[in-house]
């Protein structure tokens, strides 16, 4: 009896026991619903075969969710992982709108960039149309009025202008020029040869360039190119000689025994040149080549048949290697000239200001016979010429349509401004120079060598 009262104690304990562990959980179900559970751990089995049940459930709805999201992730990153090998990282994106934004920056520097050369170009141009517009000013104020005898009474013969009044009326009237007037003023020069004339005159017009060879190199984008007009033995008067004078050592020389011989470029003569020559001044003249010796206002002549250094002398205070250029640049402070008076030097000095300075040299001594300064600063001009004691400037090296814009008559120590059209038919026109047997102008423009027909006016002996 007593044993069992025992054995149902230790029941009621044990239930008791087992009632105090008792859990109650609270969780969803698969279809999303609320679920309540009870729970009560077994006195006697210490596991249970089962598998499902709330917590199970839930550790499955968990497991979906991850799988949704890692779904999602590579969704929106196909096929991508990060260095690591998982997804991309809020770093990764944040790299990648870096990148981006710096790319943008790029672009929109190289855009600026470019728009800067390009207003970098209009205001080059601009300052050039400027200085032209100057000098068409200067012109236009120095033309002087001729006015005409107002008294006298109108006549259908009269060609001159101005003020006049007509018979019988107090009323004045403004008769322009007349076109006949212009007319008688002018006189056009037969074509050398055709008569033998030696005479000299006013520059009226240039024709139209016409091309005879490209260089073969980048040695010849910048040259000079000549054709002695008194020349002297062992060398005739259909020579040509040329100089590229791009590079460090400016010393070959190339003669060729005519026009077509250059054409086809085949030179007959080479040579090297003692001392090196400074940018595209040079000249021919009497059998020898007159040049600036480079990096000095040193002046040099070259006797052609003996091959060998005849003179040379510095030119007084010329500025040299960049002082003075000309607008285009190239060390172009002196340059030679050689026309129906002989031999001429045009450059500038600090004295000067940078205005140009013409001299006249004694063709054997290089000594300065006499020098005149003009009112023209030198880097205004892309080039000049002399003809007949008169240079003339050229306004621009790259305008297709520029102008023969500017006079200086050593004559009358006088200068006035011009406007003869003249075309740069490759736009980067480094050297002009005036032949005066062949009555042209020879030319190096952007490689190629041309030549200009010339009209002369106001014919008169020399």
Not at 146 to 173: E, K, V
Not at 379 to 398: E, K, L, Q
Request: aromatic share 10%.
């Amino acid at each position: 009896m007593f044993l069992l009262i025992s054995l149902c104690m230790c029941g009621l304990l044990l239930r008791g026991d087992a009632q105090d562990q008792a859990v109650m959980w609270r969780g969803n179900d698969r279809s999303g619903q609320c679920q309540y559970t009870f729970t009560v751990p077994s006195p006697i089995e210490a596991s249970c075969s089962q598998t499902t049940g709330p917590e199970v459930d839930s550790l499955k709805a968990r497991v979906n969710m991850l799988e949704v999201t890692v779904d999602r992730l590579t969704t929106a990153y196909p096929g991508g992982t990060h260095a690591a090998g998982g997804p991309p990282t809020a770093g990764d994106r944040g790299q990648s709108e870096f990148q981006e934004v710096l790319n943008r920056v790029m672009g929109e520097k190289n855009m600026l960039q470019r728009e800067r050369e390009r207003l970098e170009q209009e205001l080059e141009s601009l300052r050039r149309r400027m200085n032209e517009m100057k000098r068409e000013i200067e012109w236009l104020r120095g033309r002087q009025c001729h006015p005409q005898n107002a008294m006298a009474p109108p006549s259908s013969s009269m060609q001159g202008g101005g003020l006049m009044r007509a018979a019988g009326s107090s009323s004045w009237q403004y008769r322009p020029p007349g076109f006949q007037e212009l007319k008688a003023t002018v006189t056009e020069v037969p074509a050398p040869g055709s008569d033998g004339s030696t005479g000299c005159g006013d520059l009226i017009s240039v024709g139209e360039p016409v091309t005879h060879r490209k260089a073969d190199n980048i040695e010849g984008k910048y040259g000079v190119w000549m054709q002695d007009p008194e020349p002297v033995s062992p060398y005739g008067s259909n020579m040509i000689w040329r100089i590229d004078t791009i590079g460090s050592d400016v010393r070959k020389l190339f003669g060729y025994k005519d026009m077509e011989q250059l054409s086809k470029g085949f030179p007959s003569k080479v040579l090297l040149l003692p001392e090196q020559v400074e940018s595209t001044g040079a000249t021919v003249y009497r059998g020898s080549l007159y040049y600036q010796r480079r990096r000095s206002r040193t002046l040099i002549r070259y006797d052609l048949a003996s091959e060998t250094i005849a003179a040379r002398r510095d030119l007084p205070h010329a500025g040299f290697h960049g002082q003075f250029p000309y607008s285009w640049g190239g060390y172009t402070d002196v340059d030679l000239a050689v026309d129906e008076q002989g031999l001429w030097a045009i450059y500038s000095t600090s004295k000067a200001k940078g205005a140009i300075v013409i001299s006249k040299l004694d063709s054997h001594s290089l000594e300065v016979k006499k020098s005149w300064e003009t009112n023209i600063r030198k880097s205004s001009v892309a080039n000049s010429f002399m003809i007949c004691g008169r240079m003339y400037t050229v306004a621009s090296y790259t305008a297709p349509d520029t102008l023969i814009n500017y006079m200086y008559d050593t004559a009358t120590s006088q200068g006035k401004a011009l406007r003869i059209p003249f075309k740069n038919l490759y736009r980067y026109n480094s050297m002009i120079d005036y032949n005066k047997a062949q009555r042209k102008l020879f030319a190096w423009d952007n490689y190629h060598m041309v030549s200009y027909d010339l009209r002369l006016g106001h014919q008169h002996a020399i």
